[in-house]
DNA sequence: TGCGCAGATGCTCAGACGAGCAACATCACC
DNA sequence: GGTGATGTTGCTCGTCTGAGCATCTGCGCA
């Protein structure tokens, strides 16, 4: 019986979706009520075995965002699709997309945006148009602007992202993290820096992203850390880095020494922002994102589905 | 232009499809008519970007069963969905499924079937169900009885098909291909071998499969044929076999000798019959479903998505 | 055999929807 | 600046659809 029933929700659903036939005519050619086939359909629809997906690069899943926003902290959350999606690059740029879209739209613009630096970053940058908005300021909020091998990349996203909303940029002039405590204390307490930081502390909203913790971390790949340093912190506990600060799984700072000779802002701030909008994509990126959400480091997540589904818990 | 309106088309879907709201509350939301929602969800759906799968194993694709039947000679067509599909074997089983499902349906009910074997045969045997007719007889169309490695499956396609429908099986008592040509000759001439060559010449519909032209093939499983001589049968354009004979991409004998060397009905009885189902399935299948259709060798075509593709030549 | 119940089926009705048409803006060309 | 071609927007009307309610059917039980 429920067999049948089955079978023949899936004939009208075929009449229905692909032949697209109206319920009543598919009633005829079934021999049925056309009420009976509404509740073919409905029956259909509710076992799951009609799927309905967007196609598209721009297309995003408000289902998922809206469990985000209901499940976790975050104020708000951009989901891209991960609908025929074929490599992680197209993901990321999917949403860089997304982020420079929610970013052209945040209300209210912010007069100034502290920005980390990094790949996703300088593509959120890229995707943005040019006038997304008018007269806003940029500061990096962590270093690493010189030694870097892509040298012009991490000065060039600040830049353009500045120049694209008629705003200035201030770039942070320092590595990222120096090899004594000394150091970075001493390059902290230059006024071209220190400046920098306080201006940086107190922006209006944050934009930033995460690295995951493996050999190809950005800052290896700058020459701050080397690939053994980088298992010794997973060895840690580490899952990734926010603007240079490596984290665990509970959003804690890993190393304290290593933290110390960071230079950047502290995690507080980003965690005391009222927009800090963290921009995370990629399947390696899952635990970190994860981290990231759980310990409030971000209001606002803009990422892929399966990183999503990640960070609600539903593994895929 | 276009280009915003696309991203409101995809805006508009979402809130359409995911999370069903009424085009009005759309129109509410975007800030636009329910007019202009009501467009923008039909050019969603004109460019492609709303694609709707039916995921069950008995799902069907209607649009391409048609394309079938008014692009090429067939009479009929039964294609199944591989939505969800993992391996070759489920679309294997899916497809059984199906033809199973159609010869049930099968009007006027024959009054005698013949089938060849093979594994696809069996699996549509075996999906069966116990009454699917009321005194269908059945009978083998080629050889292979004896000799094979898996004796009993041929014999037991066709005993299961015959029970199961009440009816009776005739099996056709010979090897599938012959050493020498007269020694077929000389079976072909025996009364029982004769008598059911006529019987199977005279059934009401036909039932059958194919083989790819590769090592894996059943004739070379049961020791007819070795791997060389399917090599030199690839060298002279064989694409694959249907009751055991070997056919090219346009659906000729490629090899006199050896069909004349193998037993069983012609293809030209296969051709000039009223009902011919071939049940193809297995992206190993392609070119010799190609074949099979392309020559006119049967009348209805079961088969899965993909090889319904390529038999059209919407290349994937 | 008759009774009562649960689930399935069919009907009413209001709201959602799409085709086609009219009004209007936009643009190129005269 | 006028004029028509072209495309866009909003509206009317009749159809399609789903929720809620009445009815029926099958089945267990006395």
Redesign the pocket.
């Known amino acids: 019986?429920?067999d049948t029933?089955e079978l023949l929700s899936i004939r009208a659903a075929e009449l229905?979706y692909e032949e697209?036939k109206?319920?009543?005519?598919i009633g005829t050619v079934l021999r049925?009520?056309?009420?009976?086939?509404?509740?073919l359909?409905?029956q259909a629809k509710a076992s799951g075995f009609i799927r309905i997906e967007i196609v598209h690069p721009r297309a995003r899943r408000l289902s998922i965002e809206r469990r985000l926003r209901e499940n976790t902290h975050l104020t708000d959350a951009i989901v891209v699709s991960s609908a025929g999606v074929a490599s992680d690059e197209e993901l990321q740029s999917r949403t860089a997309q997304a982020a420079a879209d929610y970013l052209t739209g945040l209300r209210p613009v912010p007069r100034t945006l502290g920005i980390s630096w990094g790949r996703t970053l300088h593509e959120v940058s890229l995707h943005l148009a040019k006038g997304w908005a008018n007269g806003v300021n940029v500061v990096q909020i962590n270093g690493g602007v010189s030694l870097n091998r892509r040298a012009g990349t991490a000065a060039a996203t600040a830049v353009t992202i500045a120049h694209k909303a008629s705003g200035a940029a201030t770039l942070l002039p320092s590595p990222a993290i120096l090899e004594r405590h000394d150091t970075k204390l001493a390059i902290e307490a230059d006024r071209s820096v220190a400046a920098v930081l306080t201006l940086g502390a107190s922006a209006s909203a944050y934009l930033f992203s995460a690295g995951q913790a493996d050999r190809n971390s950005a800052l290896v790949d700058s020459g701050y850390l080397t690939a053994e340093q980088i298992v010794e912190l997973v060895r840690k506990g580490a899952v990734g880095d926010i603007v240079g600060r490596y984290v665990d799984s509970n959003g804690n700072i890993v190393d304290p020494e290593l933290d110390g000779r960071t230079v950047g802002i502290q995690l507080e701030a980003l965690r005391q922002a009222k927009t800090a909008i963290a921009v995370i994509a990629g399947s390696s990126k899952h635990s970190i994102a994860r981290a990231v959400v759980g310990s409030g480091l971000c209001t606002v997540l803009v990422t892929d589905e399966d990183t999503a589904l990640a960070v609600l818990g539903d593994d895929v």
Chains 1, 2 share one sequence.
């Open positions: 019986m429920t029933d229905y697209n109206t319920q009543d005519e049925l009520t056309r009420w009976k086939v509404g509740r359909l409905a």
